[in-house]
């Protein structure tokens, strides 16, 4: 499949189709795919190009002065085809049914539909992202044929919980790209529009209904879009920045009558609870560390944690919380040395030869792990820390707005105003104290705790956000308390939708792109059924 360079069209030029998707990252590419070779003219527009620019555009920098988040634009948004899908770590799984459940603990909980809805979708999705079996709890352990740990979690109000990693199936050492495999296909029916920035979406002037909308690649070239329906899957920041900055006509910009686009952001805070020293960690490497499961000839691995059980959630008034083990690898680890060599990556080229060689033991160790015992290699290590993620109550004030900086085509950058709330500080410590007492059970030992655990000072945890930017243009059925119903139509504006990670109610502790993916598919349906020809 070919894709058109915005620069390269007439400026002026008026392209009519009937379904416009505005952005080629997880959730914009898993829509497309459903509409390949259908009689729906669908045109997929991406801001950036087919590879990212070695410069960092205005367009892609935005403001904060809420908690601290990354600020470095492409780990946050990527703009070139294949979006975020280009830096993600292919972290997979499903969300949990309470994280569907309005909790009356949590302010603005509950999606309007239920797990049991988007159950089929995470199916599909896993097979569109080449996953494995779509398990993340105790049976697994009988999918990896392994008995479970001789001490049941539960028993402190904890489950095990898994995770999987999205490979790409031509190259198992890469992540899943999502562009390149799409650019692959033929599809006569889908026109690529790259360096293609939606600049405004026209509505007729009651603001309900869509009418066009405004394609930018420079100043002065400029086109003109009319598609029948248009879904925005430009991501967490962009979706609501796009609706806010269309305000020619209605001053508080595209479905925002009710000033909640933008509202109720959300991430996932992450923090440590724990350190081991690299001898110590192998030990509990041998809990928490990789598995190897073969299914239909492939290799999926998956990556065990512990989390706070829906029981212990509601008897405690808690969040969704999981911790599992990150690896903090040496800079001459021979794995990792062998890994830059192959893929002709190294900077320093003789010493990565040495590395790769340092250290025959652990690579034949590392061998064996993987063939005999079906667990990951074994890399050396600096030290071995337990993260954990926690789910973040929805709230209003923590919020997206525009900012009165403008970018290389006049738009407002986006401004961000993240906000951390003590439930999810409190959450966090109760699986902190959960996870030490459970490694003790286990005969293993509890990590190095960080400076704020034994003190119980819950305001010195130190969060960073992990790029999951939430909830901005939520789902509710009551257009008084969501941006889009449950179909993910904008509220009052007819023709317009929206996918991915901002209309999600609740954020779970589960990285999101399973579930974007699930959720574009289920929206790719109800398109279908809406026959747009």
């Known amino acids: ?27 914009g590419l898993s829509l497309a795919h459903e509409f390949n070779g259908t009689h729906t003219r669908v045109v997929l527009l991406e801001s950036g190009g087919l590879n990212e620019s070695a410069v960092i555009a205005p367009s892609e920098e935005y403001e904060s002065t809420g908690a601290p988040r990354c600020m470095e634009p492409r780990k946050v948004r990527n703009r070139v085809f294949g979006g975020s899908s280009h830096t993600w770590s292919g972290r997979c799984r499903t969300f949990d049914e309470i994280d569907f459940e309005s909790r009356e603990w949590v302010p603005y909980s509950g999606w309007p539909i239920s797990r049991a809805d988007v159950l089929p979708y995470f199916d599909r999705a896993a097979a569109l992202m080449h996953l494995g079996p779509n398990v993340y709890d105790e049976a697994l352990w009988t999918l ?33 790209r999502f562009g390149p495999h799409f650019l692959a296909r033929e599809a006569a029916n889908i026109q690529i529009l790259v360096n293609a920035t939606v600049t405004h979406i026209n509505t007729d002037p009651n603001g309900r209904k869509l009418v066009s909308l405004e394609v930018t690649s420079a100043h002065g070239r400029t086109v ?29 910009g595209v479905g925002n009558d009710n000033d909640l686009v933008g509202r109720f952001l959300m991430d996932h805070p992450r923090t440590s609870l724990g350190e081991y020293a690299p001898r110590i960690g192998r030990l509990v490497e041998e809990r928490l560390g990789l598995f190897l499961l073969k299914h239909n000839g492939k290799n999926h691995f998956y990556s065990p944690g512990l989390a706070l059980s829906p029981a212990r959630q509601r008897g405690e008034r808690l969040l969704n919380c999981a911790a599992y083990l990150s ?50 290699i074994t890399h050396k290590l600096d ?25 290389e085509l006049g738009l407002s950058i986006a401004h961000l105003q993240w906000k951390i709330s003590e439930l999810e500080r409190r959450t966090v410590a109760a699986l902190a104290h959960a996870f030490a007492g459970e490694m003790i059970s286990l005969g293993l030992p509890s990590p190095t705790p960080p400076g704020w655990l034994p003190g119980g000072d819950l305001d010195a945890i130190e969060f960073t956000d992990t790029a999951h930017p939430t909830g901005t243009t939520r789902m509710d059925e009551d257009r008084s ?38 959720m574009a598919l289920r929206l790719a349906d109800r398109l279908k059924d809406a026959d747009l020809r």
């Open 1 to 27: 499949m070919k894709a058109c360079d915005m620069r390269e069209v007439e400026p002026g030029t008026t392209l009519f189709t009937d379904l416009a998707i505005v952005g080629s990252g997880p959730a």
């Open 144 to 176: 990896l044929g392994k008995d479970p740990p001789k001490s049941n979690p539960r028993h402190d109000g904890l489950d095990a919980c898994f995770w999987q990693f999205a490979r790409d199936p031509g190259n198992p050492m890469e992540f899943l």
């Open 224 to 252: 003109s879009i009319v598609p029948k329906v248009v879904v925005l899957a430009a991501g967490g920041i962009e979706n609501a920045r796009l609706l806010l900055a269309s305000n020619r006509l209605l001053p508080n």
């Open 327 to 376: 690896e903090h690898r040496a800079e001459d680890d021979p794995w990792d040395a062998m890994k830059r060599l192959y893929k002709r990556q190294s900077q320093n080229y003789l010493r990565d030869s040495i590395s790769a060689f340092s250290d025959p033991r652990l690579l034949i160790s590392g061998i064996c792990r993987r063939v005999m015992g079906g667990r990951n």
């Open 383 to 407: 030290r071995l820390a337990v993260d954990c993620l926690v789910e973040q109550v929805p709230d209003p004030e923590s919020r997206i707005t525009l900012s009165e900086r403008r970018d």
């Open 481 to 518: 308390r969501g941006v889009v119903d449950r179909n993910c139509q904008l509220h009052g504006v007819g023709g317009v939708f929206i996918a991915g990670s901002s209309v999600f109610p609740t954020a779970s502790h589960a990285n999101p792109t399973l579930t974007i993916v699930a």
